[in-house]
């Protein structure tokens, strides 16, 4: 299986208005398909679960990801790299501890995206693998918040580095005063347990400026840039780098 690997930076946002500032890229893999072309994850993830491929495919990602973060560190870029990690992996010792020997010892820079169905499945386990990468030194976000039975007691339990709200919690945001003061009371509670917050699935100036009224800490999505390969990340951090906020996002 050809695979490709494909970066989506993350704004960090400054409270007060200031010039934002790229903190970090979540991995985002495409099957390279020799008659298809790029095929993307949903369409095959769960078939790589389903076969038994997905610890390969993790563990190429992973891989992929320090390689690509430490090109970017070259050239002067330092991002954390945020990588899913399928739920059904955090009960598989041999992937967890083959983690544990990838990063040890090394500045990697790495955040392991655990989504929250995975941890509402098995919520023992999760939080037993959650502690350990942690203990490891690798960040922990909890992905897809808002997607399952978003229960805001089940964010006591969760000793992680960072919050993801889904994108279509994230979308309603503009819209409705109710979903903004659910997106409130998440961003305050996510803060007083000491997780910062992202948004996901940021498309529009409004969505944006209503979460930094929120008090959301950093965005995603295609305000900022559409996945793209290393290569165009790059050019996108330098050109980023000199222009005023949002001119690079095109
Ligand atoms: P995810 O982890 O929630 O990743 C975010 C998805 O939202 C990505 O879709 C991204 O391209 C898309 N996205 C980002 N910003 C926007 C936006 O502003 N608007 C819209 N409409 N979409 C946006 P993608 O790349 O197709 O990935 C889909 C899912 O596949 C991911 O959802 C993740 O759950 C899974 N996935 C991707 N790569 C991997 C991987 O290496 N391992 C595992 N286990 N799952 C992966
Ligand atoms: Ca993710
Ligand atoms: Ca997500």
Excluded at 167 to 178: D, I, N, P
């Amino acid at each position: 299986m050809a695979r490709v690997q494909i970066l989506q930076p993350a704004e960090v946002g400054q409270q007060g208005g200031g010039v934002g500032a790229v903190h970090g890229a979540e991995a985002l893999v495409r099957w390279n398909h020799p008659v298809r072309g790029n095929i993307a994850p949903d369409s095959f993830i769960t078939i790589a679960e389903e076969t038994g491929n997905i610890r390969e495919l993790t563990e190429w990602t992973l891989e992929r990801a320090l390689a690509d973060r430490a090109t970017l560190a070259r050239l002067g870029h330092e991002l954390i790299i945020s990588v899913n990690i399928s739920g059904r992996l955090l009960a598989d010792r041999g992937f967890c501890d083959h983690v544990h020997a990838m990063v040890l010892g090394r500045d990697h820079g790495l955040c392991l995206e655990i989504t929250e169905t995975a941890v509402i499945e098995n919520p023992t386990v999760a939080t037993v693998s959650i502690a350990a990468f942690r203990a490891a030194g690798l960040k922990v976000s909890i992905d897809d918040y808002g997607v399952g039975l978003s229960s805001l007691s089940y964010l006591k339990m969760l000793d992680a580095d960072e919050l993801k709200i889904d994108k279509s919690l994230v979308t309603a945001v503009a819209e409705s005063q109710r979903d903004r003061l659910i997106l409130k009371s998440t961003i305050d509670l996510a803060h007083s347990l000491g997780m910062s917050v992202v948004a996901e699935g940021v498309e529009t100036a409004e969505v944006q400026a209503a979460l930094s009224l929120l008090g959301c800490d950093a965005i995603q999505g295609y305000l900022i840039s559409r996945p793209v390969p290393l290569a165009d990340l790059t050019d996108f951090l330098s050109a980023w780098g000199q222009a005023p906020r949002l001119a690079a996002v095109g």
